[in-house]
């Protein structure tokens, strides 16, 4: 599978976001998906997962803030950005894998380019 994100860019603080990643291939409804972020000098970080049956899981930090969905009609998957500080400020990435899940590990076996988020 391919994936391709957008939708970064810059906003002020308590601003708004959404992130796109568009996938390619088939069996798009079978992956668990993912968003990940990495700030410049830290770790890649995981921001929200969502398994093939829908259920979600979200980092602490962005938990209430930020959700993630997906179209499976148009193999699309979003990550809506609320609220945003300024260190939500990352290169964000989205990921699929068709075993792995969750926000604690990279585990998974495909990423996309990534798209910046700037929070000023």
């Known amino acids: 599978v391919q994936l391709v994100e957008s939708g970064g860019g810059s906003v002020q603080a308590g601003g708004s976001l959404r992130l796109s990643c568009a996938a390619s291939g088939r069996d798009f409804s079978r992956y668990c998906m993912a968003w990940f972020r990495q700030a410049p000098g830290k770790e890649r970080e995981g921001v929200a997962s969502i398994d093939r049956s829908g259920v979600t899981n979200y980092a602490d930090s962005v938990r209430g803030r930020f959700t993630i969905s997906k179209d499976s009609a148009d193999n699309t998957l979003y990550l809506q950005m609320n609220s945003l500080k300024q260190e939500d400020t990352a290169m964000y990435y989205c990921?699929?894998?068709?075993?792995?899940?969750?926000?604690?590990?990279?585990?998974?076996?495909?990423w996309g380019q990534g798209t910046q988020v700037t929070v000023s």
């Open positions: 990921g699929a894998d068709l075993v792995r899940c969750g926000v604690s590990r990279d585990w998974y076996s495909f």
